[in-house]
């Protein structure tokens, strides 16, 4: 089932059975986000899909509060859990009208150990679409996780992310646990740079919450980290990424953790750039 949403110039497709996924989203009849197609069976990289946990997780497992906790391997090449299963969840509709919607789904162990609720409000104005995310732990005690869009945009000619520092990766794209500076490159990309005919992928530190994908701005609240992807330069996308907590967040000190009955709060907005 989709669900069409409408306001001025804008039109969106949500999939509620899709883990709430916004499928299409088109601006004055041009596609700004990537939409579903025949030749694309990568569910990464239609629309902006929900990552719970983000990112991978190496070997599929973390400690947390003293005990193991596993999850499955669907990475093989890296031996990692990669980018959660919240993407796949059937969300229900709690209210709809012809220009937004507030989707919601209950997690009770079967996509990730620690129950939660995930509610997703997407409202189309004349100016944009707002989407706004409250994830909620479900438990009396403590819920470890890492949370990100895997925002897929159609390749612009030109954009720029506020970049901070880059996670050091290692040849199975799992961080060392080192940041460092920025490489010439990566300041382009914070400046301003064409990812067309390169290949474009890290693990960046937020320096900001506002990125330029051509002639769209991006924000992103509540989220401390930006993942850059363009499918190896071969797909016609370009993956700006809004993460809360680095990649392998569930094995790292620093790892968001929500309390008991503790929602977080996030949301982007994206419109045109002035």
């Known amino acids: 089932m989709i669900l069409e949403l409408a306001a001025g110039k804008w039109r969106a497709d949500v999939a509620p059975e899709r883990g709430g996924n916004i499928v299409g989203l088109r601006f004055d009849g041009q596609n700004v986000l990537a939409p579903i197609r025949p030749d694309n069976a990568d569910p990464y990289l239609i629309g902006s899909p929900l990552l719970l946990p983000a990112n991978r997780t190496a070997g599929g497992r973390f400690r947390f509060e003293g005990r193991l906790w596993r999850l499955p391997v669907n990475e093989p090449k890296s031996g990692s859990h990669v980018h959660g299963l919240l993407h796949t969840a059937a969300f229900s509709a709690a209210e709809r009208s012809d220009a937004s919607?507030?989707?919601i789904y209950e997690n009770h162990g079967e996509i990730y150990p620690f129950p939660f609720r995930m509610e997703v409000v997407y409202a189309l104005s004349e100016s944009g679409l707002a989407a706004r995310y409250a994830l909620t732990n479900l438990l009396d005690g403590a819920m470890p996780y890492s949370f990100g869009l895997?925002?897929?945009?159609?390749e612009p000619a030109r954009f720029s992310v506020p970049l901070g520092m880059q996670q050091e990766r290692d040849d199975k794209n799992l961080p060392t646990g080192r940041y460092l500076p920025l490489n010439e490159t990566e300041e382009a990309y914070a400046r301003g740079a064409d990812?067309?005919?390169?290949?474009?992928s890290g693990y960046y530190t937020a320096a900001g919450d506002t990125a330029r994908i051509g002639e769209y701005r991006y924000r992103a609240e509540g989220f401390d980290?930006?993942?850059?992807?363009?499918?190896?330069?071969k797909g016609?996308?370009?993956?700006?990424?809004?993460?809360?907590?680095?990649?392998d967040a569930l094995n790292r000190p620093d790892c968001p953790v929500l309390a008991g009955h503790e929602t977080a709060h996030f949301g982007t907005d994206l419109s045109r750039a002035e």
Do not use: K, M
């Open 195 to 200: 990812s067309r005919g390169r290949v474009v």
């Open 101 to 103: 919607v507030r989707l």
């Open 236 to 247: 016609g996308v370009l993956c700006v990424e809004p993460q809360r907590g680095c990649v």
């Open 225 to 233: 980290h930006w993942i850059l992807y363009n499918a190896r330069g």
């Open 150 to 154: 895997h925002t897929t945009f159609v």
